[in-house]
């Protein structure tokens, strides 16, 4: 069979089928709920997108307390954003956190803004961060006011004291060296509290140390321009004739240090710009102190030691303090093949009076001939003791009249003559004495001494002997004898008292040599009158 007749057979055979209208597509309601969870999870991811805030990178030295995805970033304890994750640094220097801030948070990618991670700190502002011992660490955040933004912090390792919201003045302090002051520690005005060390930084050169201070409103006003600042770390105590006097500003400043502040007479003057700089006295009594004025530098030559000077020892001048001592050094001289010990002293003119410094001011002489005319009434330079339990020395300025005269020669540098203080001539004083008893022969002495010893022993047990002698032989006689003469009083006491016939007998001896004597003188009496009677007798008297 042919190809066409096959396809016929099979035409006839099977009918041909039926074309139909194609029905519309409806979905089933099963997929409504995955479409639903599909738009929710759209839109979360939509608001999520658009509530997300930047993404910032801080560098910190170490991650202690940092966990991905649990620590927050706080500013005034409201959440402004989350550590994403915490890596390494390519050196490994440093711990790289990437924060995930709020979109309300894009003001604190300013340039200026501060980071610092919240821990339990124990400073001299007290004990801060205790509420992270149950709810962890934190990072905080201090809103910076810069126009320019950054995605990358340094962070902070110390909690700043004062934020940018506080509301005071900042000012700095320049001092020689930070004693124990810290970050925190407290300012006082009065007693009272005012403000704290906000930070502080080692000068260029070396030779100092600037800090940043805090002075809370309204207590900024009390800074002007005769406002002084010094240290209160420590104890304060003065000896003088009315004993001791403790001064200290609190407990606190005791321990950890700090600082106070005042107005000389209580007037601070023109009100002092945020950022002035002010001097920092080592205490009150300094920072009150009239100006110096310029200084002068002096070298004395001690031609004996100069053990317990040191330098910062007082120069003095009747008790009223002129300087410090700068420097003591030792140097051979070869002309007389000997040491000199030479100091050199920094001495304020000013502090001797306004009327010498003005009179210093006008003088037509240089300040050599001035100090050479000094010189020539006696002006010298005098070691002498500060303190006998400690050894320590200082130098003294007076005028000794009867000192021999000196000549100063003309140099860059002004030297000052020197005279051995009271000690070191009593040293030499006592080395003579010394040198004249090396020469006693007490050898010879000893032996002279101890033959008079033996002979005065041998005289010694002579005499005892002799009062041995006397105790056996003259003792007995010596008792009879007072016994002989206790019977003689005895005897003579009754001869004498009252009722013995010798005591009667003697009065009446006495009665009548008193009638004698009666009779005597009539006899007188009648020849004073009748003399004729001792020829011619006495004539009888007239019937």
């Given at each position: 069979m042919s190809e066409e007749e096959i396809k016929q057979n099979s035409t006839a055979s099977f009918p041909s089928p039926k074309r139909e209208r194609q029905r519309d597509w409806l979905p089933s309601l099963v997929w409504l709920i995955p479409i639903l969870a599909a738009i929710i999870g759209?839109?979360?991811?939509?608001?999520?997108?658009?509530d997300r805030g930047p993404v910032i990178t801080i560098s910190f030295r170490t991650a202690e307390g940092l966990e991905a995805g649990k620590t927050k970033v706080k500013y005034k304890?409201?959440?402004?954003?989350?550590?994403?994750?915490?890596?390494?640094?390519?050196?490994?220097?440093?711990?790289?956190?990437?924060?995930?801030?709020?979109?309300?948070?894009?003001?604190?990618?300013?340039?200026?803004?501060?980071?610092?991670?919240?821990?339990?700190?124990?400073?001299?502002?007290?004990?801060?961060?205790?509420?992270?011992?149950?709810?962890g660490a934190y990072i905080g955040a201090d809103a910076g006011t810069s126009e320019d933004t950054t995605k990358k912090f340094?962070?902070?390792?110390?909690?700043?004291?004062?934020?940018?919201?506080?509301?005071?003045?900042?000012f700095k302090l320049h001092a020689d060296d930070l004693g124990s002051l810290d970050v925190g520690s407290p300012i006082?005005?009065?007693?009272?509290?005012?403000?704290?060390?906000?930070?502080?930084?080692?000068?260029?050169?070396?030779?100092?140390?600037?800090?940043?201070?805090?002075i809370n409103t309204p207590y900024d006003k009390f800074v002007g321009t005769n406002t002084r600042f010094?240290?209160?770390?420590?104890?304060?105590?003065?000896?003088?004739?009315?004993?001791?006097k403790v001064n200290t500003q609190s407990l606190a400043t005791v321990i950890l240090g700090g600082l106070a502040f005042q107005s000389i007479d209580d007037s601070p003057g023109t009100l002092s710009k945020e950022g002035t700089t002010f001097l920092l006295a080592q205490n009150q009594s300094q920072a009150f102190q009239e100006p110096?004025?310029?200084?002068?530098t002096a070298v004395l030559h001690f031609n004996q030691s100069v053990r317990g000077l040191t330098p910062g020892a007082t120069v003095d001048f009747r008790g009223v303090v002129l300087g410090e001592v700068k420097s003591v050094g030792i140097e051979y001289d070869p002309k007389r093949r000997e040491f000199d010990m030479p100091v050199v002293i920094e001495i304020y003119p000013a502090r001797l009076g306004r009327k010498f410094a003005k009179d210093q001011a006008q003088s037509p002489y240089?300040?050599?001939?001035?100090?050479?005319?000094?010189?020539?009434?006696?002006?010298?330079?005098?070691?002498?003791?500060g303190n006998l339990l400690t050894g320590q020395l200082y130098i003294a300025l007076d005028f000794f009249p009867k000192a021999p005269k000196v000549t100063i020669q003309e140099s860059a540098q002004i030297e000052l003559p020197t005279l051995p203080n009271g000690l070191d001539e009593l040293q030499t004083q006592i080395s003579t004495i010394a040198t004249k008893l090396s020469k006693v022969p007490f050898e010879q002495i000893g032996q002279d001494l101890q033959k008079s010893l033996a002979t005065l022993n041998k005289t010694l047990n002579s005499a005892e002997k002799l009062a041995q002698t006397l105790n056996q032989d003259v003792a007995p006689e010596v008792a009879?004898?007072?016994?002989?003469?206790?019977?003689?009083?005895d005897n003579a006491d009754r001869t004498l008292s009252e009722d013995a016939p010798l005591q009667q007998d003697l009065r009446q001896t006495l009665q009548e040599l008193s009638r004698a004597a009666a009779s005597m003188k009539v006899l007188t009496d009648y020849l004073e009158q009748h003399p004729e009677s001792l020829i011619r007798g006495k004539a009888l008297d007239n019937p």
């Open positions: 759209i839109a979360l991811m939509v608001k999520i997108l658009v304890e409201v959440d402004i954003g989350e550590v994403q994750t915490i890596t390494l640094s390519k050196d490994r220097s440093q711990v790289l956190v990437s924060v995930q801030l709020s979109k309300n948070a894009e003001s604190f990618t300013a340039v200026d803004t501060h980071f610092w991670v919240v821990r339990p700190r124990l400073g001299a502002s007290g004990i801060s961060g205790l509420g992270t011992l149950l709810s340094t962070g902070l390792e110390v909690q700043p004291t004062v934020t940018r919201d506080a509301s005071g003045k900042q006082f005005y009065r007693r009272i509290k005012v403000g704290q060390v906000s930070a502080y930084d080692l000068d260029a050169d070396g030779k100092g140390v600037t800090l940043r201070v805090f010094w240290h209160a770390s420590g104890l304060d105590i003065q000896v003088n004739s009315g004993g001791f110096d004025g310029r200084s002068l240089t300040q050599q001939q001035r100090i050479q005319f000094m010189v020539s009434r006696g002006l010298r330079a005098q070691l002498r003791t009879a004898a007072m016994k002989d003469v206790r019977k003689t009083l």
